[in-house]
């Protein structure tokens, strides 16, 4: 399976913006999707996972209540909703499938990652 991301770019803080991970093949609409973040010198972050059947969500305290992920399986796609973005929500955010634990960044297949900047 490949997953690309979509959707970032620059945004004032206090806006929103939504990034979409599509994954190529059909077997993505069965597994756990984990939303991940690095920004420049720190280690990549755990943001939030979403089950196949999209009824469990799971985030890091950093984020619950701005983000929010969902998923269309019809479309292959998993979305993340961030809103109220702080400069410190900066970073390339990467989506991942394969052994997505929650609170840990680590996965077995990744997107190649889409800028997020958050502007004060």
């Known amino acids: 399976v490949q997953l690309v991301e979509s959707g970032g770019g620059l945004v004032q803080a206090g806006g929103s913006l939504t990034l979409s991970c599509a994954g190529s093949?059909?077997?993505?609409?069965?597994?756990?999707v984990g939303w991940f973040r690095q920004a420049p010198g720190k280690e990549r972050q755990f943001v939030g996972l979403?089950?196949?059947?999209?009824?469990?969500?799971t985030y890091a305290d950093s984020v619950k209540g701005r983000f929010t992920i969902s998923r269309d399986n019809a479309e292959n796609t998993v979305a993340l909703q961030m809103n109220s973005l702080k400069p410190e929500d900066t970073a390339v955010y990467y989506c991942?499938?394969?052994?997505?634990?929650?609170?840990?960044?680590?996965?077995?297949?990744w997107g190649q990652g889409t800028q997020v900047t958050v502007s004060a």
């Open positions: 991942a499938i394969g052994d997505v634990v929650a609170g840990l960044p680590t996965a077995r297949t």
């Open positions: 979403i089950s196949g059947n999209g009824l469990r969500t």
């Open positions: 093949a059909p077997s993505f609409r069965l597994v756990t």
